[in-house]
C-alpha cells in the first residue's frame, strides 16, 4: 500500500510505515471522451455531382467521355513520326537557304514594298534591329506553320506528348444552387423550401446514402402524379430526415455490395466494352451496364456450364434489382436452385425454401387468385405447358377447380387435387352430394363432363395426375397447402416493392422443380398483367429456365413491356428448349447475350436473330512487274538479290458486302474466356448491335 492507502497489484503492504498526513488531494478529475469524427459527405456530394451523360444504350453513364461515333483513320506511328521529322529538316533547310541567299532575296520584298521608307531609312539601330528581326521571326513562323501542318506535328502532339504531360484534372466546382441536385431545387420550386433545407443538411453531414436519394426521389414522383399529398411528404422529410419513406422491411441498404451500382440512372455495371474493330467505335472501352429501361425487354443468357452466368450477370442483376425494392422503384422474384448463390437471405424480405421444412413462407399454388378458370389457366401451364394439350388440361382443371371451391370455399391442395385427376369416387361423390344440396346446377354440370371423360381414351387427366404426384411426395409434404395453415406467398403482391426468393429443390426432384418454375413464370406474367401500379418495375430472375420455356410463356413475355416488367432468363444450351421455340423466343427478348464456350450450332441460332450488316471489304492483289527494257530488267534483278523477292505492284479493290455480325464460328471459337456477346434494345426501341464485352472487369 503506498501512501495514500492504496496496495499494488500483488495485494501487498508495500510501506508498512505510516506516513505523516498531508493536506487532502483533491480527486482527479476524469478524462474528456474523444468526440466521434463528424460523419463527412463528401463522397456523397460527389458521387451525386458526377457527370452521367446521355450516351448510347447499355453505356455505363457515371463519369462517361463521349467519344465520336466513327473511327478515325489513324497514321502508323512510325510513319507519323518520320513524316514529322522529314517535314522538320524540309523546313530548317528552307531556312537556311534564305538566310544564306542561295535563294535570292525576293523573300525580303514584302517588307520594302509595306514599310515607309523613313521606317527602312532609319538612323535607329534598336528600330532596324525590330523591324529586320520581326519579319524575320514572321517568315520563319510561316515556315514552321506550313512544315508543321504538312508534316503532322499536331497529331504527333496529341498522340505522344499530351498523354504523358497530362495533370491531374481539377476537383469540381459545386454547381449553381438552382442547378445542384444535393440542394433538390424541385422541392424548392414546388414550396417544400424545408424539406429540401433538411434534405440537403443530411446529405452535407453524411447522413443520406444513394439509397436514401433515390428512395425520396421515388416518394416525390407520387406527390407529382397525386398519389401522395405534399403535406404527408414534407412531414415525413422533416421528421426522419434522410430516413424517411423507409421501405416496408426498414432497411436502407443491402448486407453487403459485390457490383458498381449507380442508383441516380438505375444501372448496374456488369464490365467493359472490349476495345475491339468488331464494335462500333462509341462503344469501344467503355463501362457496360444494365438497367430497368433494358431489362423492361426481358433478357436471355446463353452460355455452358461456368462460364459466368449467374456470378457475372444474374447476381448483380438481382442486387440491383433488391436496391431499386428498397428504394421503392421495384419488384423482384429470383427463381434458383439451393445454394445458387443468388444473395443472402437477409437480403430479401420472403425466401421461400420449397422442401425445406424450415421455410418460413410457403408458394400459392394458384397464384392468389380467386377464379377457377385463371388458377385452371396458370396451374396448366405449370403442368402441362410443355405438352401440346394445355387448352384441354385447363379445361380439366376447371371443371375440378370451381366445384371444389364452392363446396370448401377454397382451392384443392396438392393430395386432394390428385385424387380429383385420379378419378377417386369418394371426392366426386362427395362434390355431388354438396354441389346437388345447394343447387348449383352449371357446377354440377362441369362435375358431370368431367366423371364421362375420365372413361374416355387420350384423356389429359392421367396426364396430369402424373404431373401432379411429383409433387405429392414426403419432401413436399409441408406445402402448397391451402387451408389457411401457413404463410403462403402470393405474386399478386407485386404491387408493392417486394424483395422474393424462391429456392427449388433441384436435387432429387429436377423434374418438379422444372414445373414450379414454369409455374412462378405463369403466375408472373398473368400478375403483372393486371397491376393497378405499373409505375413499378417488375422482374423475374430464372437462374436456369430448362424446361420453362413453352409457347404461352413466349406470348407472355412479349407481353410484359407493356406492363412495365421483364424476365431474365439463363440457359445453357438453346437445346433446353423446343426448337420451334428458340426463333421465337430470342426475337421476344430485346436483350439476348451469349456466353463464351456456345456451340457453334446454338451460335447459328443468334447469328440468325443479329442478321447481316454492310460492310466494306478490301480486296489486294499482288501483280508482278514485267521490265521490257535492259535497264529496267538490271534493276529488277538487282532487287530481287537484295529483298529475295520479284518485283510486283499492289492493286486494292475496295467495295461494300453483306456479312453476318457474328458469325457461328466466331461465337463458338472467338469469344474469349470471360467475356459474352450481347445486344440491346431499350423500352423506347433504342437498339445497340451486338457488343464484345469483358465480364470480368
Not at 296 to 301: E, I
Not at 318 to 346: F, K, M, Q, W, Y
Amino acid at each position: 500500500m503506498d501512501g495514500d492507502g492504496t496496495q499494488d497489484a500483488r495485494g501487498t503492504q508495500a510501506n508498512p510505515v505510516p506516513r505523516p498526513a498531508g493536506p487532502p488531494r483533491m480527486p482527479a478529475a476524469p478524462p474528456m471522451p474523444a468526440a466521434p469524427p463528424r460523419p463527412d459527405g463528401s463522397a456523397f456530394l460527389t458521387w451525386l455531382r458526377a457527370p452521367r451523360p446521355q450516351a448510347a444504350p447499355g453505356v455505363w453513364r457515371f463519369g462517361h467521355r463521349p467519344r465520336g461515333a466513327e473511327e478515325p483513320d489513324p497514321v502508323p506511328a512510325r510513319q507519323l513520326l518520320g513524316g514529322a521529322l522529314i517535314a522538320f529538316l524540309v523546313g530548317w533547310l528552307i531556312w537556311s537557304l534564305l538566310q544564306n541567299g542561295y535563294l535570292g532575296g525576293w523573300w525580303i520584298l514584302p517588307l520594302e514594298l509595306l514599310v515607309p521608307d523613313s521606317w527602312l531609312g532609319s538612323d535607329s539601330r534598336l528600330g532596324n534591329a525590330l523591324l529586320y528581326n520581326g519579319y524575320t521571326f514572321l517568315v520563319a513562323l510561316a515556315i514552321m506553320v506550313g512544315v508543321g501542318r504538312l508534316g503532322r506535328w499536331g497529331e504527333v502532339w496529341r498522340r505522344f506528348a499530351a498523354p504523358r504531360l497530362r495533370r491531374r484534372e481539377p476537383e469540381q466546382t459545386p454547381p449553381a444552387p438552382e442547378e445542384d441536385p444535393a440542394q433538390w431545387p424541385q422541392l424548392r420550386a414546388a414550396g417544400a423550401v424545408d424539406a429540401a433545407d433538411r434534405l440537403a443538411e443530411e446529405a452535407r453531414g453524411g447522413l443520406m446514402r444513394d439509397v436514401d436519394h433515390a428512395r425520396i426521389a421515388r416518394a416525390w414522383q407520387g406527390v407529382r402524379t397525386g398519389r401522395f399529398a405534399l403535406a404527408q411528404f414534407t412531414g415525413a422529410v422533416l421528421q426522419d430526415g434522410a430516413a424517411a419513406c423507409l421501405h416496408p422491411s426498414g432497411e436502407r441498404d443491402l448486407p453487403a455490395r459485390h457490383a458498381r451500382h449507380d442508383l441516380l440512372t438505375g444501372q448496374v455495371r456488369l464490365g467493359t466494352t472490349a476495345d475491339d474493330p468488331r464494335n462500333p467505335y462509341a462503344y469501344r472501352s467503355a463501362g457496360l451496364a444494365l438497367g430497368p429501361d433494358l431489362l423492361g425487354t426481358s433478357l436471355v443468357a446463353v452460355g455452358p456450364a461456368g462460364s459466368g452466368k449467374t456470378g457475372s450477370l444474374v447476381r448483380p442483376l438481382t442486387e440491383s434489382l433488391c436496391l431499386h425494392a428498397l428504394a421503392g422503384r421495384a419488384a423482384v422474384v429470383v427463381v434458383g436452385a439451393a445454394g445458387a448463390g443468388l444473395g443472402p437471405a437477409d437480403a430479401f424480405d420472403v425466401v421461400v425454401r420449397i422442401g425445406n421444412p424450415d421455410s418460413v413462407h410457403d408458394l400459392d399454388l394458384y397464384g392468389g387468385t380467386t377464379d377457377p378458370d385463371e388458377a385452371a389457366a396458370v396451374l396448366a401451364e405449370a403442368l402441362a405447358g410443355d405438352l401440346d394439350d394445355v387448352r384441354r388440361a385447363t379445361t380439366v382443371l376447371a371443371q375440378l377447380l370451381g366445384p371444389f371451391r364452392a363446396v370448401h370455399g377454397r382451392f384443392p391442395g396438392v393430395p386432394e387435387l390428385r385424387g380429383l385427376l385420379d378419378g377417386d369416387t369418394a371426392p366426386f361423390a362427395e362434390l355431388r352430394r354438396a354441389l346437388t344440396e345447394t343447387g348449383q346446377d352449371s357446377l354440377l354440370r362441369e362435375l358431370d363432363a368431367r366423371e364421362r371423360q375420365l372413361r374416355q381414351p387420350g384423356d389429359p387427366g392421367g396426364t396430369l395426375a402424373d404431373r401432379i404426384a411429383l409433387l405429392d411426395r414426403p419432401a413436399f409434404a409441408g406445402f402448397f397447402d391451402t387451408s389457411g395453415r401457413s404463410r403462403p406467398f402470393s405474386l399478386k403482391a407485386l404491387d408493392h416493392p417486394v424483395r422474393v426468393r424462391v429456392d427449388l429443390p433441384e436435387r432429387g426432384h429436377a423434374d418438379a422443380s422444372r414445373m414450379l418454375a414454369r409455374l412462378v413464370l405463369a403466375q408472373f406474367t398473368a400478375s403483372t398483367a393486371v397491376r393497378e401500379d405499373r409505375s413499378l418495375f417488375a422482374c423475374l430472375v430464372l437462374d436456369d429456365a430448362t424446361g420453362v420455356v413453352t409457347p404461352e410463356a413466349v406470348r407472355g413475355i412479349q407481353r410484359l413491356r407493356s406492363s412495365n416488367a421483364g424476365v431474365v432468363l439463363t440457359l445453357r444450351t438453346l437445346d433446353d428448349v423446343p426448337r420451334p421455340l428458340r426463333g421465337p423466343l430470342l426475337g421476344a427478348t430485346g436483350c439476348r447475350m451469349a456466353l463464351s464456350g456456345l456451340t457453334p450450332w446454338d451460335g447459328q441460332d443468334f447469328a440468325e436473330v443479329w442478321g447481316k450488316e454492310w460492310t466494306e471489304a478490301r480486296d489486294v492483289t499482288d501483280r508482278q512487274i514485267i521490265a521490257e527494257t535492259p535497264a529496267g530488267k538490271a534493276v529488277h534483278m538487282l532487287r530481287r538479290v537484295i529483298t529475295g523477292k520479284a518485283p510486283t505492284a499492289r492493286a486494292v479493290t475496295v467495295r461494300q458486302v453483306e456479312r453476318e455480325r457474328w458469325s457461328a464460328s466466331e461465337l463458338a471459337h472467338g469469344v474469349p474466356p470471360g467475356h459474352a456477346v450481347l445486344s440491346l434494345t431499350t423500352v423506347k426501341g433504342e437498339h445497340a448491335p451486338p457488343l464484345l464485352v469483358d465480364l470480368r472487369n
